[in-house]
């Protein structure tokens, strides 16, 4: 049963730390979401990315925030540096892209930044 | 843009019986795709069902089935004979199929729990 994973599962760090969150999209899926929860805004997309290529990053802040794809199988995202209000859930999605794609989510990072 | 809207915080159902969670969303995009997840309190999001704009039958996987009304701009979820298992937040989202960001448009939500 292939499945997006994610690590760490948990964070907790102090505001000012960098935080590094990774993600194994699913074999031969193309496409990689990144997506962050939290109470008052719900789930926003922050970025995605396409054979390793960003094709839209505009719900990332960007003076604190990157995301890349080192290589298919791992998609990074980065926050230097932390802030309380990064506190959230950050999932990781994948999917094979097209049209009607449908995207299959990661356990998700839960981050809490002290 | 797109908007999902989620008017029903909260559901409660009897096990066994049916229950229908409600979505109605908007957007100017002409072919649009239509999704629920499903999160449990583990926090994962796992995926249910999916409805094509263009879909001239109403989707169905399991348990679960999509009462689309094109017209009326909803994509309900109906969960038939309901178990204590599918007690978890269930979120309808959406996104356009003709160009622009592939990214999903997400309600705030309707958390079901299931009474035994």
């Known amino acids: 049963d292939a499945r997006v994973t994610q690590t760490p599962r948990d964070k907790v760090t102090e505001m000012g730390q960098e935080v590094t969150m990774r993600c194994q999209p699913i074999?031969?899926?193309?496409?990689v979401f990144w997506y962050r929860q939290t109470m008052m805004q719900g789930l926003e997309l922050l970025a995605y990315?396409?054979?390793?290529?960003?094709?839209?990053d505009s719900g990332m802040p960007k003076d604190r925030f990157s995301a890349e794809m080192p290589d298919a199988t791992l998609a990074t995202l980065k926050i230097q540096p932390s802030e309380p209000r990064d506190s959230a859930v950050y999932f990781c999605?994948?999917?094979?892209?097209?049209?009607?794609?449908?995207?299959?989510f990661g356990p998700g990072t839960r981050l809490t930044v002290l | 843009a797109q908007k999902i809207t989620q008017t029903q915080p909260g559901m409660f159902v009897q096990e066994k019986e049916a229950v229908t969670l409600d979505c109605t969303y908007d957007?100017?995009?002409?072919?649009?795709?239509l999704f629920w997840y499903k999160q449990p309190s583990s926090g994962e999001m796992i995926f249910l069902i999916y409805?094509?704009?263009?879909?001239?039958q109403n989707a169905t996987e399991g348990r679960y089935s999509l009462n689309f009304q094109k017209a009326r701009k909803s994509a309900n979820l109906v969960i038939s004979a309901s178990q204590l298992g599918d007690s978890a937040m269930y979120f309808c989202?959406?996104?356009?199929?003709?160009?622009?960001?592939?990214?999903?448009?997400f309600g705030k939500g309707t958390k079901l729990t299931v009474n035994p």
């Open positions: 999605a994948s999917g094979r892209g097209g049209r009607t794609d449908t995207q299959y």
């Open positions: 074999l031969g899926h193309n496409t």
């Open positions: 990315f396409r054979n390793r290529a960003p094709l839209d």
């Open positions: 957007t100017s995009d002409p072919s649009y795709g």
């Open positions: 409805q094509g704009s263009y879909d001239q």
């Open positions: 989202a959406m996104r356009g199929l003709q160009g622009g960001s592939e990214k999903l448009v």
